[in-house]
């Protein structure tokens, strides 16, 4: 069984979230079985997107007086998630959160233009590695050993016959 981590590439991420909030005729479920991904990994996915939209709307946007930060979001998420561009969707949104629907399509617009910034890591050059909890490991000496030969000797030599450690 190979237990290795899959790894995507931004592109592969912003495509299938632009799937995720274009098409209306796809569940989740179906896109992760034709794109060959995990449900849990579309979801993640999906769950990263519409997490990130308040911070995103406010670098791109900035403060906004008619209407605060997190009901822009709310707005801009239920349109990206419940395909809210119908005449009856839309004047839903414009009655609950006071946003013209001009507003909330450019708001989602200019996510799925950027779908891109939301899956770049967020760590940057100044940010230290995560440090193991586990005690440092103890440097082998060779003297320690009964044979005195290391690790790459013994397993080198181990390859030829055996060797009693």
């Known amino acids: 069984m190979n237990n290795t981590k899959e790894q ?3 592109e592969e991420k912003v495509e299938v979230a632009k799937i995720i909030f274009t098409e ?3 569940t989740p479920k179906e896109l992760a079985a034709n794109a060959g991904i995990h449900l849990r990994t579309v979801s993640y996915w999906r769950d990263k997107v519409l997490n990130g939209v308040p911070e995103y709307l406010q ?5 906004d007086d008619t209407i605060s930060s997190e009901d822009r979001a709310e707005a801009t998420v239920m349109y990206l998630r ?3 561009d119908s005449d009856d969707g839309m004047m839903e949104l414009d009655e ?3 946003a013209t629907p001009d507003q909330i399509r450019e708001w989602s617009g200019s996510v799925l233009e950027n779908l891109g910034e939301f899956f770049v890591s967020k760590r940057g050059s100044s940010s230290r590695p995560i440090k193991s909890k586990l005690p440092p490991r103890k440097p082998i000496n060779k003297a320690s050993t009964a044979d005195g030969m290391s690790i790459t000797e013994r397993l080198a030599a181990g390859s030829e016959g055996s060797v009693n450690v």
């Open 59 to 63: 670098k791109t946007f900035g403060d």
């Open 82 to 84: 419940y395909d809210c």
């Open 8 to 10: 995507y590439t931004t």
């Open 24 to 26: 209306t005729n796809i």
């Open 96 to 98: 609950r959160y006071g």
